[in-house]
C-alpha cells in the first residue's frame, strides 16, 4: 500500500541540546569538518547509516542516547563551543565589510543549488557552480540572498540494469526532512506568492529558507493546497516535463523568486537587493518583474527598463546552441498577453527583448530566447572562463549589428570551486595555520614548495586508498542491484588497487563531453590498463540526461566495457554521481581527465577541485584549462578542432590521449628515485597546487563578481533611483531621442595629413572627419578613429581608438573632428571612423546596438610601414 501523504515527525531535542537543532539546519557544517565529528559522536554508527545527513541523524537517533547525551558533560562543552563557533562566523565582519560602496544585498537566482548531497537540488556543474557561490559569499560575507525552487522529487538518482542501462529514480522528499524552514508572516501563516496564469488559473507557492552559513537561499515551492494538480507539479522535479512545464517553472523562479524575495525582506527586515545576478537565462523572468514593479511606481516601460539594467547582472554558461533556453512565441503571447496582460508591461515589449535576431536559416519573431532577453536586461554580462567570453562574444554577436567582436559587451569571470567544500580533510590539515590565508586571502600559496615530498606522497596514498575502498563498497552495491549474487562477487575485492595511477572521468554525458572517447581503440586501452610495469585503472561516473537516449548508450558503452573479465579489476563505472562520489573522485585520484569537443565546455570545474588535492590534469584545452594550463601543471590534451569530420577527429584527439598516458602520464607515476618517491611527479604536484590553487578558488570568483560587476551595477543603479529616478528618466528619454535621430548620423568625409609617402613608425597622421549629426548634437556621440594591423580583408585586428575632438559645427548639422593616430606598429597599418552614442551612463560604446562608419572602407590598408 502507499501512503497518500508523508511527512517527517522531528525529534524534540532535549532543552540542553537545542545548540545542536542550529548547527543541523544551518548547512555550514556541511563545509566545517569539526561540526561533522560532532554529529558523528551523536551516533557514529547511524551518522554513517544515513549518509552524513544530519537531519537525518536526529530523525533517527534513539531517544534514549539524546538523552545520555544531555548529561555527558564533555559532549555538551564541545557542542557548546561548536555552537559558539557558528554564532561567530554569522557575525563577524569579513572581506566584503571593508568595501566601500559594495551593494547593500545581492539577489542570487538559479534554477538548481548544489550544497550538499543531503539537499539534492541540483543536476550538474550550474547548481553545484550556484552553491559554491553561495558558500564562498558567505565565507567573505557577501550579503547574498540565494533564489530557487524546492524540487519535491530533486534530481533522479542512477543505478543501472543488468544490462547497464540507466535507471531512474525519483525520491520523494520532505521537506520536513531537510534542513528547511518555512518563511512565516508574523501571525504565523505561512507567506505566499501567487502568479495569475492564462485561464483565469493562479500558481500560489510557499518559501523555504536553507541557511547557508550566512546566506539565506528562498527556495519556492508549489506543492500547495490552493493550486490544483497542473500547478502542484510544477516544482515536481528538475529539468523534467515539457515545454509547458519549464515555462511554469520559470515564471515561478523570476516572478515568483522577486516576489519571494520582497516578502523575505519585508519579514526580516534584511536590506532590499541593489543588484540581481542571474545565473544563466531561467531567471530571466525576474527583470520583467522589476520593470512591472516600477512601472506601477509611475515609471514608463523604458524608464523601468533602464533602471532595472543598471542593476542587473547576467551570466551566461554555455556555448552549446541546444543549451540555450528558448520558448514558442506564442505561449509568452498566451502568458503576458491578453486578459493575463500586466496593465502597465505591454506583452509587445516583452516579445522584444526575447527576439532573437533571425539568420537566413531560421528568421526573427519565432522564438523568444531566455538568454538574448537575458543581456537585454542586465546591462552586465559575462561568460564564465575567457575563452567562454570570446565564444560567447561570437555567439550573441548578431545582437550588437555593425559592431566588431571586440566590442560585443560579454566579458567573463572564470569560475572557481569552495575549496572548504571539495579539498579532503587530510589536505587541508597538511596546511595547518596557513589554511584561513591561504584560501580567504589567496596568499601564500607559494609555501606549498617547502612541503616534503613523504607529507605529500603520503596524503596523496591515503586519499587513493579510500576512494579504493569505497569505490569496492559502491561497486558491490551495483553488482547486487544489477542481479548479481555475492558469491560471483568475490573479485571485487581486488579490484582497483591503492598503488596504481588512478584516473578519474565524472561529469553529465551530454555528448560534447564524449564519455566513450577513451574507448575509441579498445585494444589500446586495454594495453594502458593491463601494463604489467605500470598499469592504469580508471574510475568513471556521470548520469545521462533522463530524457537523452544518445548519453544512456554511451554509458552502457562504457559500463560493458569495464564488465570485461580481463579489465573489470582495473576501470569501474559508479553509478549515482553526486557531491559525495564527487568528493570522492576529486580527492583519490592522481589524474583528472576531461576530454571534451573544444570550445564547448564553457568553464569546468571538476579539474579545479582535483587540483587543490593535488591532481593533476589531463584534459583538452578548453574553458579554465585553456586559460591557465601552463606547461607543467598538467598536461594538454591535443585538439583536433579544425577536423571536420567528427569521426576523424575523435580517432585523432583519442589516440593523443593514448600516447600521452603511456608516454608522460604513467612513466612519470612510477618513475621512483632510490627512496621509493616519484619525484618529478611531486614536483608536478607541487607546481599545480602552488600555480593553480590561488585562481581556482571560488573566493577569488567571488571577489571578480563584487569588484568588477556586482559594485559597479551597484553604483549605476544608485545613479539612476536617486531623486525618484530622474537618471533613468533622462537616459531611457535619451536613448530613445538617439535612437530615432541615428538615421541622420553619417560620417561624410575623412582625410588624413602629416605622414608623407613613406610612412615610418612612430610618425603620428592627423585625421579629420566630416559627420552629419542630423538632429544629434555633438555631446550626443563620440568620433573615434579605430587604427592597428589589417588582416587580408581590410578588416583592423583588435583595433586601438582614439577619441577625435570636435572642432567646428556647422548650420547645416555638420560637424569637423580631429584627432592624431600614432603610427605605433610596423606592417600593414589601417584605419577608418566610427560614431557611436555617448552617455556617461552607457557601460559600453555598443550598448544602444548604434554605429555609423563610412559607407566606403577608408585608411591607407596598402601603406606598409617601415
Ligand atoms: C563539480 C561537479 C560537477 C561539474 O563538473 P564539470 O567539470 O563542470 O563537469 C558536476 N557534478 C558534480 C557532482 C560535481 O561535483
Not at 524552514?181 to 500558481?203: N, Q
Not at 535621430?741 to 603620428?764: F, K, M, N, Q, Y
Request: net charge negative; glycine share 10%.
Amino acid at each position: 500500500m502507499r501512503a497518500i501523504r508523508r511527512f517527517t515527525v522531528r525529534t524534540v531535542l532535549p532543552a540542553e541540546l537545542a545548540a545542536l537543532g542550529e548547527l543541523v539546519h544551518n548547512l555550514r557544517w556541511s563545509w566545517h569538518p569539526e561540526t561533522m565529528d560532532l554529529f558523528a559522536e551523536v551516533d557514529p554508527y547511524t551518522w554513517e547509516r544515513v549518509g552524513h545527513d544530519p537531519v537525518a541523524l536526529l530523525g533517527a537517533v534513539e531517544a534514549d542516547r539524546l538523552s545520555e547525551l544531555a548529561h555527558d558533560r564533555r559532549f555538551l562543552r564541545r557542542l557548546a563551543d561548536a555552537a559558539d563557533d557558528l554564532r561567530e562566523y554569522m557575525t563577524a565582519p569579513r572581506w566584503y565589510q571593508t568595501l566601500p560602496d559594495a551593494p547593500a544585498a545581492i539577489g542570487y537566482f538559479s534554477p538548481e543549488y548544489g550544497i550538499a548531497a543531503a539537499l539534492p537540488q541540483y543536476s550538474g556543474g550550474l547548481g553545484i557552480l550556484a552553491g559554491d557561490h553561495l558558500k564562498a559569499a558567505s565565507d567573505l560575507g557577501v550579503p547574498i540572498l540565494g533564489v530557487g525552487l524546492l524540487y519535491r522529487h530533486g534530481y533522479f538518482t542512477q543505478s543501472l540494469s543488468a544490462e547497464g542501462w540507466q535507471q531512474e529514480h525519483y525520491p520523494s522528499l520532505d521537506p520536513g526532512g531537510l534542513p528547511l524552514s518555512l518563511l512565516k508572516e508574523a501571525d504565523g501563516a505561512s507567506a505566499r506568492v501567487a502568479i495569475p496564469l492564462p485561464g483565469d488559473r493562479t500558481l500560489h507557492a510557499q518559501i523555504w529558507v536553507a541557511q547557508v552559513g550566512r546566506v539565506p537561499l528562498l527556495l519556492l515551492d508549489s506543492d500547495v493546497a490552493e493550486n490544483d494538480n497542473a500547478a502542484r507539479d510544477v516544482t515536481d522535479r528538475l529539468y523534467g516535463g515539457g515545454t509547458d512545464h519549464r515555462l511554469m517553472q520559470e515564471l515561478l523562479l523570476g516572478i515568483g523568486g522577486v516576489r519571494a524575495l520582497r516578502a523575505y525582506c519585508r519579514i526580516t527586515g534584511n536590506p532590499e537587493p541593489e543588484v540581481f545576478h542571474t545565473n544563466e537565462g531561467h531567471a530571466g523572468f525576474l527583470g520583467l518583474e522589476r520593470i512591472r514593479e516600477l512601472t506601477e511606481h509611475r515609471l514608463s516601460f523604458d524608464e523601468a527598463l533602464e533602471a532595472v539594467r543598471a542593476g542587473t547582472v547576467f551570466t551566461t554558461h554555455t556555448p552549446v546552441p541546444a543549451g540555450i533556453d528558448r520558448f514558442p512565441v506564442e505561449m509568452i503571447e498566451r502568458q503576458f498577453g491578453g486578459a493575463n496582460a500586466w496593465p502597465t508591461v505591454p506583452v509587445e515589449r516583452i516579445l522584444a527583448l526575447g527576439d532573437e535576431p533571425g539568420t537566413p536559416e531560421t528568421p526573427g519573431g519565432a522564438v523568444f530566447n531566455m538568454a538574448v532577453m537575458g543581456m537585454r536586461l542586465a546591462q552586465r554580462v559575462n561568460g564564465v572562463s575567457e575563452l567562454h567570453g570570446e565564444v560567447s562574444r561570437e555567439m550573441f554577436q548578431g545582437l550588437w549589428p555593425g559592431f566588431d567582436l571586440d566590442d560585443v559587451p560579454i566579458g567573463s569571470i572564470t569560475n572557481g570551486v569552495h575549496a572548504p567544500t571539495w579539498v579532503g580533510r587530510e589536505v587541508m590539515e597538511l596546511a595547518g595555520k596557513e589554511l584561513p590565508s591561504l584560501i580567504e586571502k589567496a596568499q601564500g600559496w607559494e609555501g606549498i614548495q617547502k612541503l616534503s615530498d613523504e607529507d605529500i606522497w603520503g596524503i596523496r596514498g591515503r586519499l587513493r586508498r579510500q576512494l579504493v575502498e569505497a569505490a569496492r563498497t559502491r561497486l558491490r552495491a551495483s553488482w547486487r542491484a544489477r542481479g548479481a549474487s555475492s558469491a560471483e562477487l568475490g573479485w571485487i575485492d581486488e579490484a582497483l588497487d591503492p598503488d596504481v595511477l588512478t584516473i578519474g572521468f565524472a561529469r553529465r554525458v551530454p555528448s560534447y563531453k564524449r564519455l566513450t572517447l577513451m574507448l575509441k581503440e579498445p585494444e589500446r586501452l586495454k594495453e594502458l590498463l593491463l601494463d604489467p610495469e605500470r598499469p592504469v585503472q580508471i574510475v568513471i561516473a556521470g548520469k545521462a540526461h533522463p530524457a537523452d537516449e544518445g548519453g544512456k548508450k554511451l554509458i552502457q558503452q562504457i559500463v560493458r566495457f569495464a564488465d570485461g573479465e580481463d579489465v573489470r579489476h582495473r576501470i569501474v563505472f559508479l553509478p549515482d554521481y553526486d557531491m559525495n562520489l564527487g568528493q570522492l573522485m576529486v580527492q583519490g585520484c592522481d589524474v583528472w581527465m576531461n576530454n571534451p569537443l573544444r570550445p564547448l565546455e564553457a568553464c569546468g570545474t571538476s579539474g579545479m577541485k582535483a587540483a587543490l588535492n593535488g591532481g593533476l590534469n589531463l584534459s583538452i584545452k578548453d574553458g579554465w584549462w585553456d586559460e591557465w594550463f601552463d606547461g607543467d601543471n598538467g598536461w594538454a590534451v591535443p585538439t583536433a578542432d579544425g577536423v571536420e569530420d567528427a569521426d576523424r577527429r575523435d580517432e585523432l584527439e583519442a589516440s593523443a590521449l593514448y600516447d600521452l598516458i603511456e608516454r608522460e602520464v604513467a612513466s612519470r607515476f612510477y618513475d621512483r628515485a632510490a627512496d621509493g618517491y616519484p619525484r618529478r611527479w611531486l614536483e608536478m604536484v607541487k607546481h599545480t597546487l602552488s600555480s593553480l590553487g590561488p585562481k581556482v578558488l571560488a573566493g577569488r570568483m567571488l571577489r571578480d563578481y563584487v569588484v568588477d560587476l556586482y559594485t559597479p551595477a551597484a553604483g549605476s543603479a544608485r545613479e539612476l533611483s536617486k531623486a525618484d529616478h530622474v537618471r533613468a528618466r533622462e537616459f531611457a528619454a535619451w536613448k530613445l531621442r538617439v535612437t530615432r535621430a541615428w538615421p541622420g548620423v553619417r560620417v561624410e568625409h575623412v582625410e588624413t595629413s602629416g605622414i608623407g609617402d613613406t610612412p615610418e613608425l612612430g610618425a603620428s597622421m592627423e585625421v579629420r572627419a566630416t559627420i552629419a549629426l542630423g538632429e544629434l548634437s555633438p555631446d550626443d556621440v563620440s568620433v573615434q578613429a579605430a587604427y592597428g594591423k589589417v588582416g587580408g580583408h581590410d578588416e583592423l585586428i583588435k583595433p586601438s581608438y582614439v577619441t577625435l575632438a570636435v572642432e567646428a559645427v556647422g548650420d547645416d548639422g555638420k560637424a569637423t573632428y580631429t584627432g592624431v593616430v600614432p603610427l605605433d606598429r610596423t606592417g600593414a597599418f589601417g584605419y577608418t571612423v566610427r560614431v557611436v552614442p555617448f552617455h556617461t551612463l552607457m557601460s559600453s560604446p555598443a550598448e544602444l546596438g548604434l554605429i555609423a562608419s563610412p559607407e566606403e572602407p577608408v585608411g591607407m590598408t596598402n601603406g606598409t610601414l617601415r
